[in-house]
């Protein structure tokens, strides 16, 4: 029950949070930015703590929110390999870009998983004293990248 409570809260924080940047909406709300290295480290540096299993480093990039929804490395470990398998176990990563919308920064990436299929992703990102944190990850359909 509590992994389903909690799954739910961080799907629908991240839902929210990507919807908002590729919904459809008037052109001027949306902003494309620069790339910016500090967020694709972020995301890059937990793609490849995935990659080597741990999942205590993983666990380093989520924002604090997202800690605090799971509280525990095990349940967010879970929680992502039942959501998110092309994150948990992923092939290769292309960074496409980086949007803004109302205060929302989302950095979308396109994932080939291991058996090369591609999944595009709406990363929702946090900057905390630490550095960039992951707030909230989505599955965005493949027709709105390249939009």
Do not use: C, K
């Amino acid at each position: 029950m509590i992994r389903a409570v909690a799954l739910s809260v961080f799907l629908a924080l991240g839902l929210a949070a990507v919807a908002a940047v590729v919904a459809p909406r008037p052109v001027a709300a949306q902003e494309l930015l620069a790339p910016n290295p500090g967020i694709e480290a972020t995301i890059g540096g937990q793609f490849d703590a995935f990659r080597a299993d741990d999942l205590a480093s993983a666990w380093e990039f989520a924002s604090p929110s997202i800690q605090g929804i799971f509280g525990t490395v095990e349940r967010f470990g879970q929680m992502v390999e039942e959501a998110f398998p092309m994150v948990r176990n992923p092939g290769t990563a292309t960074f496409i870009d980086l949007q803004t919308f109302s205060g929302l920064i989302v950095q979308r990436v396109e994932v080939i998983d291991q058996s090369g299929v591609p999944h595009y992703l709406g990363y929702s990102m946090t900057e905390t004293p630490e550095g960039w944190r992951i707030n909230g990850v989505q599955i965005l359909p493949s027709t709105s990248v390249g939009a």
